[in-house]
């Protein structure tokens, strides 16, 4: 309340040296607002937004903080302790009258008031005052508005605040007794694809038992025609959503299972604590984050170029301490290794607990990953998502070249189709497992680095992925790296489809249901792998 009053003192002063330059209101409008009944306020607001006279909001704003007074019934004044000018000239009052009476501000008349305010905003260089002041308008604007929202849309360059501008006119004119005016605004309406059209259009085809809402049957096949083109364009604009979250999600699962298919398909060993990986490279991120915050202030919007490493050799050194200490010991014996890696697992959970709290903590997004791009009024891409999906194509062919043109690639594909003969030629298998590990682990930190730009992070943020990443890898074919990809992205589309088809949970079990129909009739996945040993 202190604040509140504070900002009515200055918005107050604020006006008070705007009449060092006096204005000239017209002088009936200005006492009608101020003392008329309800409905001459409201047509005569809407007649001083329509004149652009100077002065015009600090008047609005001056009702709306309720320092109007009326002397006599015949002179509007606005009053500030002992200060008073006239609100229709702007000029100062000394002294002031005896006969003052404070002017009534109904609901309806405040209401009214506030959007013709955000009318007058209109006209600001400003383009986020413009778009706020539009977005206001939906639910406020009047009839007696149209005048100046008119001028506003001729002069609007902005696309998005044009569309906006041009749905607020139409819904004003739908409701006017005029059919030849509500005929134009549907019409106006064709090209728009902002899901506001198509309920201002239904609106108009509304039927109470034998009579329409739109009474003129021109204007009503006008709409119909109208409403099928914006369901086109709304249903086109549905399908690009889904596409997009499909590939983002899929970028995630991909990221996700990378690591897993390079230690999965290379030893065989079922990693259950591949989830904490991520996990650790999700701290890591969380850490970096800290340190450029405490350290580097200046520089905090560029901390994730130094998280991105920190993630990966974080998680890569956990994966090498875990294969060096406990798989190296357990390879050939799955399910000893699944019970101690799931084991592990619930150690690096709670060990996260103790240090950080078993509440999520807060990751930010730079200044350059917020916002979106907007294709169309219910199209919009988030920044955060289009960066991820570019980051897991630059993972994907990082790691394919390093499998297919470094020295250590060679000796992870040799090792993967045959150990044995792999030994025999030299090839030092147990490093090679060791650094394949660290590979694929420190790629788990790195989609750990990317989840906590689009989620929560917490001590069970690697439990939410490692079903969906044993599952793309299964798909796709152990060691197989397209298969990796294709899998990735099949069930990410997949899986966004049929949530809007029949929701997230039947998704979910149609996803896994059509995965076990399909290993039972092909074990091997997408893409078999090739080699001596591949059948063995």
């Not at 609007?156 to 005016?181: F, H």
Request: aromatic content about 6%.
């Amino acid at each position: 309340m202190f604040l509140k009053k504070i900002a009515q003192a200055l918005g107050l002063a604020a006006f008070l040296c705007c009449t060092q330059a006096a204005w000239a209101l017209p002088a009936d409008l200005v006492l009608a607002v101020a003392a008329g009944d309800s409905d001459e306020q409201v047509a005569a607001v809407g007649k001083l937004v329509a004149s652009g006279d100077a002065g015009v909001d600090a008047y609005f704003q001056a009702l709306l903080e309720g320092v109007v007074q009326v002397a006599g019934g015949r002179r509007v004044l606005i009053v500030k302790d002992t200060q008073g000018i006239d609100a229709a000239s702007g000029e100062k009052v000394d002294p002031l009258p005896a006969d003052l009476e404070d002017a009534i501000v109904n609901n309806r008349l405040r209401g009214t008031l506030e959007g013709a305010r955000s009318a007058l905003k209109l006209s600001s260089p400003d383009r986020a005052l413009r778009l706020a002041a539009v977005k206001s308008l939906e639910d406020g604007a009047r009839e007696e508005m149209l005048p100046l929202i008119a001028t506003a849309l001729a002069r609007e360059t902005d696309p998005q605040i044009r569309q906006s501008l041009t749905l607020v006119q139409a819904g004003i004119q739908l409701k006017s007794a005029d059919a030849a005016l509500r005929l134009a605004a549907v019409k106006a309406l064709a090209q728009s694809d902002n899901p506001n059209t198509k309920m201002l259009l239904l609106g108009r085809l509304e039927k109470k038992g034998e009579v329409y809402a739109e009474p003129d049957a021109a204007v009503r096949d006008a709409a119909q025609a109208t409403l099928k083109a914006v369901q086109a364009r709304l249903s086109t604009a549905d399908r690009i959503n889904q596409v997009f979250t499909g590939v983002s999600l899929g970028s995630i699962l991909l990221l996700a299972a990378l690591g897993l298919a390079i230690t999965y398909g290379l030893m065989g060993v079922i990693n259950m604590a591949h989830g904490e990986l991520i996990m650790v490279g999700a701290y890591g991120t969380y850490l970096v984050q800290n340190l450029f915050r405490a350290q580097l202030p200046a520089l905090f919007d560029w901390y994730l170029l130094a998280a991105v490493p920190a993630a990966f050799f974080a998680s890569a050194l956990v994966g090498i301490l875990l294969e060096r200490s406990v798989i190296r010991f357990l390879y050939g014996r799955p399910l000893e290794t699944l019970l101690a890696t799931w084991g592990i697992s619930l150690i690096l959970i709670q060990s996260v607990r103790t240090l950080y709290g078993a509440q999520n903590v807060q990751v930010e997004n730079p200044v350059w990953m917020s916002g979106g791009v907007e294709l169309m009024a219910n199209v919009v891409f988030p920044w955060n998502r289009v960066l991820i999906i570019g980051f897991a194509a630059a993972v994907l062919l990082l790691v394919w070249f390093v499998l297919t043109r470094t020295r250590l690639g060679l000796f992870v594909r040799a090792v993967t189709q045959n150990r044995g003969m792999a030994s025999c030629v030299g090839v030092p298998t147990a490093r090679v497992d060791t650094l394949a590990f660290g590979l694929g682990s420190g790629i788990a930190g790195l989609a750990g680095c990317a989840l906590s730009q689009i989620g929560n992070v917490g001590p069970d943020l690697g439990q939410t992925y490692i079903v969906d990443s044993f599952m793309v890898v299964v798909l796709g074919g152990v060691g197989q790296l397209a298969g990796t990809v294709y899998a990735a992205l099949g069930l990410g589309m997949a899986n966004k489809f049929l949530e809007a088809w029949s929701g997230a949970v039947l998704a979910k079990i149609a996803i896994l249901a059509f995965i076990i129909v399909f290993i039972q009739k092909r074990p091997q996945g997408l893409f078999a792998l090739k080699g001596r040993m591949a059948d063995s």
